[in-house]
């Protein structure tokens, strides 16, 4: 089991940015592809971007493609989400999720999961 702590979220307004991290620990983090998701209010937690294990590629959802970047540093074991433009509709908890070898935007396809960081973006 990988045991993940996300950090960095905040009350921002529309247009700004804000970065999240996520730290793992637990397991080898180079054998787990790694995702972020998120969930507002009365609605699903849906994708948002996931990396592969080297972090040579990257997939995004079209909500938040050209705006958010997914990233990771495998020497500290952490993931990374860059936010930019921020609007609020961008509001919501997110959440870091590990899957072993392969990503997908598949919330049911990662076994490990954090305990999220909540987001607020006012207008």
């Known amino acids: 089991q990988v045991q993940l702590v996300e950090s960095g979220g905040g009350l921002v307004q529309a247009g700004d940015s804000l970065r999240l991290s996520c730290a793992a620990s637990g397991r080898t983090f180079t054998n787990y592809a790694m995702g972020w998701f998120r969930q507002a209010p009365g609605r699903e937690r849906e994708f948002v971007a996931t990396?592969?294990?080297?972090?040579?590629?990257?997939y995004y959802a079209d909500s938040v493609k050209g705006r958010f970047t997914i990233s990771r540093d495998n020497a500290k074991n952490t993931v990374y989400l860059q936010m930019n433009s921020l609007k609020p509709e961008d509001t919501a908890l997110y959440y870091c999720?590990?899957?072993?070898?392969?990503?997908?935007?598949?919330?049911?396809?990662?076994?490990?999961w954090g305990q999220g960081t909540q987001v607020t973006v006012s207008s």
């Open positions: 990396i592969t294990r080297s972090g040579g590629s990257t």
């Open positions: 999720a590990a899957r072993l070898w392969i990503p997908t935007p598949n919330r049911e396809d990662y076994g490990d």
